[in-house]
Each structure stands twice: as C-alpha cells, then as structure tokens.
C-alpha cells in the first residue's frame, strides 16, 4: 500500500495507506498530497502577485480544509483555504491577489471537481469579504 514516485523536477514523493486500510503510515495519504498541491499552487501565485504589487507579507500561511463525498470515489465536493497573512498589505490588494490566483492562474485549483472558496486574515483580522 506504499508507493514512491519522482516528480519530473527530480524530487521524491513518498504515499501510504492508513495502517486501519492496511498502510504502515509512512507516507501521505494521496488525498492529503491534493489539498497541499492546491495551497502551494495558490499560495505561490499569492506571494507571486503580492510582490508585483511591491508587497512583501512578514509571514504567511494557509490553512486548508476539504469536504469528501460519501460515496466512491469518495472525491472532494468542496475545499476550503484560509490564507492568514502579516505585515503591511492593503486589504483590496490582498483580495485582488486571492482573486486572480483562484479565478485564473491556479492550475492545479482550476484541474478540480470541487467547489473552492477562500478567507483571508490581515494581521490577525478576518477579512469580510467573501471570496
């Protein structure tokens, strides 16, 4: 139930199944692997975007979050990313930034069956804005 593969960058990405699906854990879970692929994907076109803007975040991360279908494939119906972001960053340009890596430029987002939305923080304050 283990698998490795090397990604064309040269890079090696180890899976496994859950020991309860007859895994030995030592691995991601391909599912997992999906959710971080959207967040590195669009958090990559954020900071990407936010530095054309002449923007530089302090520090930033994204907290992701998938809702799965009962039934088989058992696929995601709906993903969530929560991008919280410190330092000196206009909100209607953060916003732009979400919009633009979500709506056009994230490959891997846009290669999904999913519903995906997105909320952002600024320096410990939850936008209000729906995106």
């Given at each position: 139930?283990?698998?490795?593969?090397?990604?064309?960058?040269?890079?090696?990405?180890?899976?496994?199944?859950?020991?309860?699906?007859?895994?030995?854990?030592?691995?991601?879970?391909?599912?997992?692997?999906?959710?971080?692929?959207?967040?590195?994907?669009?958090?990559?076109?954020?900071?990407?975007?936010?530095?054309?803007?002449r923007l530089s975040?302090?520090?930033?991360?994204?907290?992701?979050?998938?809702?799965?279908?009962?039934?088989?494939?058992?696929?995601?119906?709906?993903?969530?990313?929560?991008?919280v972001l410190e330092?000196?960053?206009?909100?209607?340009?953060?916003?732009?930034?979400?919009?633009?890596?979500?709506?056009?430029?994230?490959?891997?987002?846009?290669?999904?069956?999913?519903e995906i939305s997105?909320?952002?923080?600024?320096?410990?304050?939850?936008?209000?804005?729906?995106?």
């Amino acid at each position: 139930m283990s698998f490795s593969g090397t990604t064309p960058s040269g890079h090696e990405v180890k899976m496994d199944a859950a020991e309860d699906f007859g895994g030995e854990n030592t691995g991601a879970r391909p599912t997992e692997l999906l959710l971080n692929a959207v967040a590195g994907c669009t958090g990559i076109d954020i900071i990407s975007i936010l530095q054309k803007m002449r923007l530089s975040p302090v520090s930033f991360h994204m907290e992701v979050s998938g809702t799965r279908a009962e039934d088989h494939p058992k696929r995601f119906t709906a993903i969530h990313i929560q991008y919280v972001l410190e330092g000196d960053l206009p909100e209607d340009k953060v916003i732009r930034a979400i919009h633009l890596s979500k709506d056009k430029y994230c490959s891997v987002s846009q290669s999904l069956n999913a519903e995906i939305s997105a909320g952002y923080s600024i320096n410990g304050v939850n936008g209000e804005q729906k995106i």
